[in-house]
């Protein structure tokens, strides 16, 4: 971009010299030389302000691609965390909501794929029924491996003392 500015400004240099040297010119063929070199010169001139004008709408839209991406990240971060990796069962982990009551059942939460809730977004698991074994299966409806298990584990309860 830089070059291309020089290049406009010393075109813009040329064509202002050949102006003046052609106040005392009085040959027609001269004129129309130099004519022509104004031409040239100002031809230089607009090509070189057009390339300097689509590098700058170039970076511009880079610019307002990448804000707009830094606008998604932050509002991502904000929603990640309302969530916590939590393990809802022997081995297996989701993520799920920081302001599920305590002592409830994980069975009873939204569950979301930790694969892609750390790639930033939010897969909801579905809950099915693995006919062999009773045993329960989540799947990921963005195909990752099904987390199978007998059972989940009971939020922690506060403890209460008494004294």
């Known amino acids: 971009m830089i070059?291309?500015?020089?290049a406009a400004l010393s075109s813009a240099k040329?064509?202002?010299d050949i102006i003046a040297a052609g106040k005392g010119v009085i040959d027609?063929?001269?004129l129309a030389s130099a004519v022509m070199d104004l031409n040239s010169k100002l031809?230089?001139?607009q090509g070189a302000a057009?390339?300097?004008q689509n590098e700058s709408a170039t970076l511009q839209a880079r610019v307002h691609e990448l804000e707009r991406a830094a606008n998604e990240r932050s509002a991502w971060t904000a929603e990640a965390a309302q969530y916590t990796q939590t393990q809802i069962s022997s081995g297996l982990f989701a993520y799920?909501?920081?302001d599920a009551p305590?002592?409830?059942a994980y069975m009873g939460l939204p569950?979301?794929?930790c694969a892609c809730f750390e790639a930033g977004g939010k897969a909801l698991l579905q809950q099915e029924h693995v006919t062999e074994g009773r045993m329960l299966a989540l799947v990921c409806p963005n195909k990752h491996p099904r987390l199978v298990f007998r059972y989940a584990v009971n939020r922690p309860r506060p403890v209460h003392r008494r004294w």
């Open 3 to 6: 070059a291309e500015f020089s």
């Open 14 to 16: 040329a064509v202002a």
């Open 28 to 30: 027609q063929a001269k």
């Open 43 to 45: 031809l230089d001139t």
């Open 50 to 52: 057009m390339r300097i």
């Open 96 to 98: 799920v909501p920081n």
């Open 102 to 104: 305590a002592g409830s």
């Open 111 to 113: 569950k979301y794929c």
